[in-house]
């Protein structure tokens, strides 16, 4: 098995055939039958498009920013959307600080390959000037805790960011019409971004020749498995992306059960970002409701009026 399959979790031999002995009686060492989830947990930061995921042990968080760039000259009119990610060494040994190792570029470019070549994200609604300005838009991944299965935990975390985040609102004046104004949060509502789906990932470990199949692998699965497969689907049943990370081979009707069950899996994760969103849009509404409430009061103290 690659190196980059795995993790750098030490395990006995005898661990290993336990944890595999087990698997062929559809039992997993952490309780689970072979497809079931862990607990996702999504929440939310007190800043726009920031998003903490907590899928069993795994913990991840996103930030979303923009920043006004110059166009990529064969797409004048979209804007840029890019994934980074940083691995710290507390969320597990293996990784080390600074340049990324190979896994992180993997975990980068299958959510990337997810959200950008599905076009979930409207790049067109991006652009402020065609051919001179437009927004890209950067999702920072942080990998807090390594407990398994992380593309899955930071592809949720990247999208519930998403959702959350609002790029500031911009007009175009001067007199040659080519001066652009960004106005503060204060002066205009910020502007959520155009998402035409969600594309949940969905992985899959292989044990025993690829005969064996677990959704959600943990992190002592990892550090055993055979191969790994991630498919990336909507709630429309569209296939937006599937990786599979060498290892041994699969048949094709084992890739196929797959597919149906992440179509399933991406179907509930889906309502559950959804919902989480609703509430956090809801909370934000309160808020801002009571922010300009407190201005609305007055106080008149002789032939002054202070505005509480």
């Given at each position: ?28 060492v952490?309780?689970?039958?072979p497809?079931?989830?862990?607990r ?7 800043e ?20 006004l ?54 790049t ?5 000037l065609a051919?001179?300005?437009v ?16 593309v899955?935990?930071?592809n949720?975390?990247?999208l519930?960011?998403?959702?959350t ?22 002066v ?35 550090a ?48 559950k ?36």
């Amino acid at each position: 098995m690659e190196q980059r399959l795995g993790n750098s979790y030490r395990m006995t031999i005898n661990e290993k055939k336990f944890i595999e002995q087990a698997l062929v009686s559809d039992l997993r060492v952490d309780g689970r039958r072979p497809f079931d989830y862990r607990r996702l947990t999504i929440k939310f930061g007190s800043e726009d498009g920031s998003s903490e995921v907590q899928l069993g042990q795994t913990h991840v968080m996103a930030f979303v920013t923009s920043q006004l760039v110059q166009p990529y000259r064969d797409r004048p009119n979209e804007g840029a959307l890019s994934i980074f990610i940083e691995f710290s060494p507390m969320a597990d040994p293996s990784f080390e600080a600074g340049r990324p190792g190979e896994f992180a570029v993997e975990l980068g470019r299958i959510i990337d390959r997810g959200l950008r070549e599905s076009r979930a994200v409207d790049t067109e609604s991006l652009c402020v000037l065609a051919g001179k300005l437009v927004w890209a838009i950067r999702v920072d991944l942080h990998i807090l805790d390594n407990g398994g299965n992380l593309v899955d935990a930071a592809n949720v975390a990247a999208l519930a960011a998403l959702l959350t985040f609002r790029r500031p609102e911009c007009t175009v004046g001067g007199e040659d019409g080519q001066e652009v104004i960004v106005h503060p949060p204060e002066v205009k509502e910020p502007h959520p971004l155009i998402i035409h789906h969600l594309p949940v990932a969905i992985s899959f470990a292989f044990f025993g020749n690829g005969n064996i199949v677990v959704i959600d692998p943990s992190h002592k699965e990892e550090a055993v498995m055979g191969g790994r497969m991630t498919a990336t689907m909507n709630t429309s049943g569209d296939v937006c992306a599937v990786q599979k990370a060498g290892g041994e081979g699969v048949l094709h009707s084992v890739v196929m059960q797959c597919l149906r069950i992440a179509s399933l899996k991406a179907a509930d994760i889906t309502s559950k970002i959804k919902n989480a969103v609703e509430t956090y849009n809801t909370e934000r509404a309160l808020k801002k409701v009571k922010r300009h409430s407190s201005l609305v009061a007055v106080e008149v103290d002789g032939p002054e009026t202070k505005l509480k």
